[in-house]
């Protein structure tokens, strides 16, 4: 099953809303990362927030990470109908030992919306 | 251009093929991941390569190989395709074998198989 659950599946908004994206995980990390993928296009990267941060911005972007509740939000403000596409949220898990797998592990996504 | 480079970016085969999908990492990456991409299973994470070295494995079919160059550039092999194999292949790359920053990914190749 996929280490990272995205909620809500969809989601639509005005232009000028904000929209809230969520991402519940199962086992611990060693960061979590935020991509975008426009419809049949390549993911690009977002941002990454590693286990030991709470929150981190990025331009109208600010993600939260809660590693006792495993979960972290997308928080895109002020959307515009440019950011219409899927967020997928993906975490780098941690070994026994500490040590990390080496590769992401995918959410099922977003589906955002933003009418003009 | 996010620096990775994909061919072909479309592939149209019948069952029992074989296709190799292409993929050129961005320059100075050393890490390549392969994914795959459908609407039932979403993105699933096939193998990584680090400095032309296997580093990890995930759901990937024994009828599926890969590997990566000494120039760094990686193919992936789909052999005895089926129609379940349609789907968008994706490579990604990133510049040590860690997830310490982000993937920077390629554009995709869109299989079809008939």
């Known amino acids: 099953s996929q280490q990272g659950e995205e909620d809500p599946q969809a989601l639509s908004i005005q232009e000028g809303e904000n929209a809230t994206m969520n991402c519940s995980y199962k086992?611990?990390?060693?960061?979590l990362q935020w991509y975008r993928q426009n419809s049949g296009r390549g993911l690009v990267h977002l941002i990454l927030i590693r286990s030991n941060e709470r929150e981190k911005h990025s331009g109208r972007l600010r993600v939260t990470l809660d590693t006792s509740k495993k979960s972290s939000s997308l928080l895109i403000t002020a959307s515009r109908a440019a950011d219409t596409a899927s967020y997928f949220c993906?975490?780098?898990?941690?070994?026994?030992?500490?040590?990390?797998?080496?590769?992401?592990?995918f959410g099922q996504g977003t589906i955002l919306t933003v009418h003009p | 251009d996010s620096g990775v480079t994909q061919t072909p970016k479309h592939l149209i085969t019948a069952t029992g093929q074989r296709v190799t999908l292409r993929c050129s990492p961005r320059s100075g990456d050393l890490s390549v991941y392969w994914y795959q991409q459908s609407l039932d299973q979403g993105l699933q994470f096939l193998i990584h390569?680090?400095?032309?070295?296997?580093?990890a494995k995930g759901n990937i079919l024994e009828r599926f190989s890969a590997q990566q160059f000494p120039d760094l550039h990686s193919e992936l092999n789909l052999s005895s395709l089926e129609l379940g194999d349609s789907a968008l292949y994706f490579c990604?790359?990133?510049?040590?074998?860690?997830?310490?920053?982000?993937?920077?990914f390629g554009s995709g190749t869109r299989l079809t198989v008939v």
């Open positions: 390569y680090y400095n032309g070295e296997e580093r």
């Open positions: 086992t611990s990390i060693n960061n």
């Open positions: 990604a790359s990133s510049r040590g074998g860690r997830t310490k920053a982000g993937y920077t």
């Open positions: 993906a975490t780098d898990l941690l070994l026994a030992g500490g040590t990390s797998y080496g590769k992401l592990t």
